[in-house]
């Protein structure tokens, strides 16, 4: 994680620091990635980039944990504004995300460049990822969703039933933001598509039986 010397630094330059690496790993594979190229990109000397990071893999590790608390504050706005409706709240993270995507395309290359490094994986579990073993453990995102949404809407009375939701919901969302990245002129269509599947998950596919 930075040093403190880093966390001193005015915010527009710590800004400046982190779009740079950014902009590196959105270019190439994690390994391919330049430490000389980021402190070009962000004007700084090569012995302050040591100053604030430790290496390459200490800055992925700000950029990650930075992005996945800005994610669960955005997570627990919403099931706070909501009153914890859980479908609400994957339905808002389908705006965030395509807005996002809109003001940066590389987020998707920056994504897949960063995770394809074991290590980068190991830094959020996702090395463990679907294990069903460690789909509810301490810290997980399932167990930390579980435990701040509004559980009385549900049947399920656990969190390791939750986590089959998690993943049936996450998986909806992961397809439609593809879906948007391929064809962004479909935005319209992909958000009905997204909401069917939503709907499906909150209601069931089937109808219900008649009673003999």
Not at 101 to 129: C, T, Y
């Amino acid at each position: 994680m930075p040093t403190e010397r880093f966390n001193r630094l005015p915010e527009a330059k710590r800004q400046a620091i982190r779009e740079a690496a950014l902009k590196e790993f959105a270019r190439v594979p994690f390994d391919k990635a330049s430490i000389n190229q980021i402190i070009r990109n962000a004007d700084i000397s090569r012995g302050s980039f040591y100053t604030y990071f430790v290496d390459k893999q200490d800055m992925v590790e700000f950029l990650l944990r930075d992005t996945f608390e800005e994610m669960q504050l955005l997570c627990k706005e919403e099931l706070d504004r909501n009153g914890g409706d859980y479908f609400a709240m994957v339905e808002e993270l389908f705006e965030f995300f395509t807005k996002e995507l809109r003001k940066n395309p590389d987020m998707v290359n920056i994504a897949r460049n960063i995770f394809s490094n074991k290590e980068n994986n190991e830094l959020i579990g996702m090395q463990n990822w679907p294990c069903p073993d460690n789909m509810a453990s301490p810290g997980s995102p399932a167990r930390w969703m579980y435990e701040h949404l509004d559980r009385e809407r549900f049947r399920f009375e656990s969190v390791e039933a939750f986590s089959s939701l998690a993943i049936l919901a996450m998986s909806a969302l992961t397809v439609a933001l593809k879906q948007y990245y391929e064809y962004p002129q479909k935005l319209e269509n992909i958000r009905e598509m997204f909401k069917r599947s939503l709907d499906i998950l909150k209601y069931g596919a089937c109808k219900t039986p008649e009673k003999s």
